[in-house]
């Protein structure tokens, strides 16, 4: 199995923080790396799909980008609704892989 | 307006086999590259995928369960399914269906399922 090592674990973060989280995958991907935003009580959400496009209605303010084995997902300009645990998937190969997330929290 | 929505048992003991519906709408799973995938979180932890179905029948499973799992679907009536059979403590876990086009972009709401004598 591919495994995806996803850093840092957890953030604390000011409102107006950029903010930037890795992930790293154990052979080639590709681009086949998507990003899910998932809040307390809530179902994940696709924000990013194939590393670097933004899935419909996603603020622009989410950026990923990479390919092979290292992936970066960033927030330019954190805002209070964006805290939340942030996943990576690798869909290149079966299985399919999650990061194990990274907690964002407020200072 | 794209929905899904899983069903389960909620609870059941160790031994039994888990059964769990994916009821959806907006799209069929009869379209070529759809598909419908099942993920599992244990309250706290992270996610794991566990299986996909696509419009095809094709059917691609996570071998860490140990062929513990069958994914199948109804086209007809918009339904997808998963079993596993031989459940543990380990299996107790919030259950989602998710469909599968370019990544996960719809999920259902999940349902808890608890494993316990």
């Known amino acids: 199995d591919i495994v995806m090592t996803q850093s840092p674990t957890s953030m604390s973060i000011s409102v107006g923080d950029r903010v930037t989280m890795n992930c790293k995958a154990s052979q080639n991907v590709g681009s086949n790396v998507d990003w899910y935003q998932q809040k307390t009580g809530q179902s994940p959400k696709l924000l990013i799909y194939?590393?670097?496009n933004r899935y419909t209605g996603v603020p622009d303010r989410f950026t990923g980008s990479g390919s092979g084995t290292d992936f970066t997902f960033t927030i330019s300009n954190m805002q209070a609704e964006d805290l939340a645990v942030y996943y990576c998937m690798q869909s290149n190969s079966y299985p399919f892989t999650f990061g194990s997330g990274t907690k964002l929290e407020i200072k | 307006q794209v929905t899904l929505k899983e069903s389960g048992p909620g609870i059941l003991q160790p031994s039994q086999t888990l059964s769990l519906t994916c009821t959806f709408s907006g799209f069929s799973l009869s379209t070529y590259g759809m598909g419908v995938g099942w993920i599992r979180q244990p309250s706290g932890k992270g996610l794991e995928w566990l299986a996909n179905i696509w419009w095809d029948d094709d059917k691609y499973y996570n071998p860490s369960l140990k062929n513990r799992l069958t994914i199948s679907k109804d086209t007809s009536n918009n339904q997808a399914f998963l079993k596993i059979t031989n459940v543990d403590t380990a299996d107790t876990a919030t259950y989602y269906c998710?469909?599968?086009?370019?990544?996960?972009?719809?999920w259902g709401q999940g349902v808890m399922v608890t494993v316990s004598s």
């Open positions: 194939k590393a670097s």
């Open positions: 998710a469909r599968a086009y370019y990544g996960y972009p719809y």
